[in-house]
């Protein structure tokens, strides 16, 4: 009997020492991702319950939706945020800059965290990334997919295509720009960026451009030069999963066009026009964008 109550004694005192020294609470989630062998993306993981996958727009980072992870985590979702390779907080290795290489990398993600049934958004750039990586990998991880003034299913004009806003010749010398005067560029787009000056205010403006200011110039130029020559007309008819088309009816980089384009090629897609915004649709009308976005997730 004394024996018996050393025995129960010792492993009581053995569980106590376990839950105070913190041993059973689940382990902190991996802020980096390796994707391949020196290439680590940065990843902001929050929250509980259904995923949402988020991907940042030219020349951004995932620390863009920050706005968008409040509204999540509060209404118990599990957000992600992916920075693709050459932005923010992710590795900047010279290689290749391309869509097929961003949704490779997103899916390697999704791999390692083992998601199931999310929903994936993408802004401008990102958002042809994510509609390109449901088409390459036939929605893999995914259930539901989101664009954000997303610049598809091709950014430049052609002579059968002519609702983008930009030639090829315009963004090429934006590459030029980019090349000579990486700020000044930065400068154009943000000029453009948002319904007015004032859509803004200067400590949010201050704040999207020290974002920027962490992309490596090799990636914004290669990612640019995928601005420009990536057309994925041919990716509309392979989407199958719920789209919501989130698009601004006066963004001056993603004309309101393409999002009726994309409506009319994505079976089983809604748009929702955005009237008070530009191409910042996100943070100039958050709380819209907010709301069709958790409203689209529930349905």
């Not at 030639?167 to 934006?174: A, E, P």
Request: some cysteine.
């Amino acid at each position: 009997m004394k024996l018996f109550f050393s025995v129960v004694t010792s492993l009581a005192f053995s569980l106590v020492v376990t839950v105070s020294s913190g041993q059973n609470k689940p382990a902190a989630r991996a802020e980096y991702i390796e994707v391949e062998p020196n290439v680590r993306l940065h990843v902001t993981d929050l929250g509980e319950g259904t995923p949402v996958v988020l991907i940042h727009g030219y020349p951004l980072s995932d620390a863009c939706w920050e706005y968008q992870y409040h509204a999540l985590v509060k209404a118990g979702y599990r957000v992600i945020g992916i920075t693709l390779r050459g932005f923010g907080l992710s590795d900047k290795p010279y290689g290749k800059y391309n869509y097929d290489q961003f949704a490779t990398d997103i899916k390697t993600v999704l791999d390692k965290l083992n998601i199931k049934d999310a929903i994936l958004g993408g802004h401008s750039m990102g958002g042809a990334i994510s509609l390109h990586y449901v088409a390459k990998f036939n929605a893999a991880h995914v259930k539901k997919l989101v664009l954000f003034d997303a610049a598809a299913p091709c950014h430049t004009k052609k002579p059968d295509y002519p609702y983008p806003l930009f030639t090829k010749d315009q963004i090429s010398s934006w590459i030029e720009l980019h090349n000579n005067n990486r700020p000044a560029l930065f400068d154009a787009v943000a000029a453009k960026f948002t319904l007015s000056p004032t859509s803004l205010t200067p400590g949010l403006g201050n704040w999207l451009g020290g974002i920027e200011a962490q992309s490596s110039p090799y990636a914004t130029e290669q990612a640019l030069i995928a601005l420009r020559d990536e057309d994925l007309r041919s990716d509309l008819p392979k989407i199958k999963i719920p789209t919501l088309i989130l698009h601004a009816t006066q963004d001056s980089i993603v004309s309101y066009a393409l999002a009726e384009q994309m409506k009319a090629g994505i079976k089983n897609s809604t748009l929702v026009p955005f009237e008070k915004s530009g191409h910042a649709a996100f943070v100039e009308e958050k709380d819209k964008t907010n709301a069709e976005l958790i409203k689209f997730i529930k349905q």
